[in-house]
């Protein structure tokens, strides 16, 4: 780990104010993926900004009938929220399908949203990687890709996007809710947030610098039934192959977002609109455009088994 300095911000704006003002300025908050990667050397903050104790760590109602997330509420204590577990069961069953205990006391919303690519040669700083360094081409097109994206790809990065969270907050339209280093707030439609990689996929969020998450907000409450199905290669403390987060209503709509499978949480319109025709249609829609290796092209097939077995899950309830 290399020297970097440290500061205890004591509010949003003068944290953001840091942050655009110091070359290589990092926020930290509960640390679980930064740490990791500064160990590594994959991550060189020269400057640390620490943001938890600016009051971002409540869960209130909105007056539209939705809830308002602090950029510094816990995984653990957003997933055993009442509102959350009555209103939004889908987040809460993802967030548990998370990491471990440990990692979710400590995990933050705004650090999960921010996480980076587990791809392996992303780690691994003897290969290339454009993620970790621009320019230097992408050691994954002809490596082992078994865990990585297979839809919004590019020649450049093949990088799979890693939160169980923010599959469950595309699902639901989450709002990402920022302020800048000049004291401006903005709201992101997370459709927006997560960038795909193109020819820069080390640019993967819309944040600009020294901008801060502060909180994100929820529109009201779907109805119908929630679901997180997450497909991995353990039981626990793994990262999906495929996950699946779904609403399902009694008239047999249903909306559906992906994980592991794209290079941010995924979401499309047509997948929603094929919910009727069932889990095939809907496995065709959401994959349209898929760009597969030889090691990862078992995703499309399960992407299309993991949902029949939502849909058999509902028949039964029916």
Excluded at 30 to 57: R, W
Excluded at 249 to 268: E, H, L, V
């Amino acid at each position: 780990m290399k020297a970097f300095t440290y500061e205890r911000a004591s509010t949003v704006e003068a944290a953001a104010k840091a942050a655009a003002s110091v070359q290589g300025a990092r926020f930290i908050a509960g640390g679980t993926n930064l740490l990791d990667l500064m160990k590594l050397q994959i991550e060189t903050p020269t400057h640390l900004i620490d943001v938890n104790h600016l009051g971002l760590d409540r869960i209130e109602k909105t007056a539209n009938g939705g809830l308002r997330i602090g950029a510094l509420v816990r995984n653990t204590d957003l997933a055993a929220d009442k509102s959350v577990r009555q209103d939004y069961a889908v987040l809460s069953r993802a967030l548990l399908a998370g990491a471990s205990g440990q990692l979710r006391n400590k995990a933050t919303t705004g650090g999960n949203l921010l996480q980076r690519t587990r791809c392996p040669y992303f780690y691994d700083t003897r290969m290339p990687c454009n993620k970790r360094k621009a320019g230097s081409g992408c050691g994954a097109m002809q490596g082992m890709s078994r865990s990585l994206a297979i839809l919004g790809v590019s020649d450049a990065c093949i990088a799979q996007h890693p939160s169980d969270m923010a599959v469950a907050m595309r699902l639901l339209d989450a709002q990402v809710d920022t302020m800048g280093a000049d004291g401006a707030a903005r709201a992101i439609p997370i459709a927006d947030f997560h960038l795909l990689p193109g020819d820069t996929p080390h640019r993967e969020s819309a944040l600009k610098p020294g901008e801060i998450i502060t909180s994100v907000t929820l529109p009201k409450p779907v109805g119908g039934a929630h679901v997180y199905r997450k497909v991995r290669d353990r039981a626990s403390y793994a990262f999906a192959l495929v996950s699946v987060a779904a609403v399902f209503g009694k008239d047999g709509s249903a909306r559906f977002a992906f994980g592991g499978i794209g290079a941010k949480p995924w979401r499309t319109q047509e997948a929603d609109a094929a919910a009727k025709s069932g889990a095939k249609a809907v496995a065709e829609a959401a994959l349209a455009g898929a760009r597969t290796t030889h090691h990862n092209e078992f995703k499309k097939t399960l992407v299309e088994r993991t949902l029949a077995s939502l849909y058999r899950q509902q028949e039964a309830r029916a």
